[in-house]
């Protein structure tokens, strides 16, 4: 202790300039907005291009099985194309068609930052606000939905991912239609969901696919799961049901950010609506 | 005592009305800026206690940030320079070989002393001052420039302001 003492006070020029130097920065960084802006961004950037090359590496060890994801997803949308379909109407003149207008358009990210082993998973994605990416955006990838977008910088975003305590996307059984919420199960298992809220009257099966429903941010029909257990625990009025995730979290690469081009004005007129309720 | 702790105050006042009403305007093609106040802290009596010089170094600092609104920037830069002051003066002062109590000033130190002095403790309060209110990498070339030039204005005053006021008296 004594040496200690001693020490402190032959070295005590060094240690005020510490503690008055300390004083300054924390004084000049909280109080100048730019400094504060820049100081915080420059370390996402840091951080996020840390990951950008880690990333890049494990890359590298996965390309076998991202050249299969891509063949498989190149066959569904191969399936999908017009030329795939024999077309039995006959066209007798071209019309300028103004019927349908692109509600949705898709950019495509890749995962550099990952975790499914948290209470609270988030991933972060190689593009971000410069792209196009906004706060509120859904994420899908080629075999289900992936999460919502809630932070973005220029050049990264990052997803609040389906593994989430927070987490809870409008679905329905794909059969019937019957309308729930979708959830992460409680004992973090990354592979098990739960469908809850729905209603009593509805006829599940086992296998069953749960998708998104048109009340969410996502188009309507994106994959969450299969029914995997129809009884997951008692829930009065309702049912509920351990649902089996069709995204395999751990292995993400490449996913699709879902920019609904509507979603500004519904959610104004809602405001809207919401704030003449009140008034 | 009395006498010096007077002294110290008013150019402490004289400082900072000279650096935020007549230096602040003044800029010479937008890139060199002279901040004359830290010569109050190069002019502190050698003996000062370590903690009242950090206190006084901060003091300044903080109180030219209010002037410049620019909180806790002038005090980073000037609390650097005190640190820098209490190296400097270690190495090079050895108070055994002076007959009478030596000041920091021309007069007692002598011309190539005083200029050395001076312009480290420039250099290090200028180079932190500018890349901090700067605060990024891409614009280096622009902001070591303004510093060069700002550290060359500021000595140039520290030295008139030296010979004007602290020349050796002769008897």
């Not at chain 2, 005592?1 to 000279?18: D, Q, S, Y």
């Not at chain 2, 093609?29 to 010089?53: D, Q």
Request: proline share 2%; glycine share 6%.
């Amino acid at each position: 202790m004594r040496n200690l003492l001693i020490f402190i006070t032959k070295y005590s020029a060094f240690f005020l300039f510490l503690i008055f130097e300390v004083i300054s920065l924390v004084i000049f960084i909280n109080y100048n907005g730019f400094q504060k802006a820049s100081f915080i961004n420059t370390s996402n950037e840091v951080v996020g291009n840390l990951y950008n090359r880690v990333n890049d590496f494990y890359d590298y060890l996965s390309l076998k099985q991202i050249n299969d994801n891509l063949a498989q997803e190149n066959a569904k949308l191969r399936s999908q194309l017009r030329a795939s379909y024999y077309i039995d109407s006959v066209s007798k003149h071209s019309v300028n068609d103004t019927v349908y207008k692109q509600q949705y358009s898709y950019i495509d990210a890749r995962v550099i930052n990952n975790s499914t082993n948290k209470r609270l998973n988030y991933l972060t994605l190689n593009k971000g606000a410069k792209e196009g990416i906004a706060k509120g955006m859904g994420v899908i990838c080629a075999t289900g939905v992936v999460g919502v977008v809630v932070k973005t910088s220029d050049h990264f975003a990052t997803v609040r991912s389906l593994l989430h305590k927070d987490s809870r996307i409008s679905a329905m059984l794909a059969s019937s239609r019957e309308g729930g919420t979708f959830t992460w199960n409680d004992d973090l298992n990354p592979f098990m969901g739960i469908l809850s809220e729905v209603s009593n009257n509805a006829q599940p099966h086992l296998g069953d696919w749960v998708v998104t429903s048109q009340y969410s941010l996502f188009p309507m029909g994106i994959h969450l799961g299969r029914v995997s257990n129809l009884h997951a625990k008692a829930g009065g009025f309702f049912l509920n049901m351990e649902v089996r995730m069709a995204v395999d979290f751990s292995k993400l690469e490449y996913v699709y950010v879902v920019d609904n081009k509507l979603a500004q004005e519904q959610i104004g007129l809602e405001a809207q609506q919401k704030q003449e309720k009140d008034e | 005592m009395n006498r010096i702790i007077i002294a110290n105050f008013v150019r402490f006042v004289v400082l900072i009305f000279i650096q935020v009403f007549l230096l602040k305007n003044v800029t010479v093609y937008g890139l060199s800026t002279p901040y004359l106040y830290i010569l109050f802290v190069m002019l502190l009596p050698f003996e000062t206690p370590n903690i009242l010089l950090f206190l006084l170094s901060f003091l300044i600092g903080i109180s030219v940030d209010a002037f410049y609104d620019t909180p806790g920037l002038h005090a980073a830069a000037t609390v650097l320079l005190a640190f820098v002051r209490v190296l400097f003066i270690s190495v090079t002062v050895q108070k055994e070989s002076f007959d009478t109590e030596p000041q920091p000033t021309m007069g007692s130190m002598g011309f190539r002393w005083f200029l050395t002095y001076a312009t480290l403790l420039t250099l290090f309060h200028h180079f932190l001052l500018f890349n901090l209110e700067v605060f990024r990498f891409s614009e280096i070339q622009y902001t070591l420039s303004r510093f060069l030039l700002s550290s060359l204005f500021t000595i140039f005053l520290l030295l008139v302001s030296g010979l004007l006021f602290f020349r050796k008296k002769r008897i």
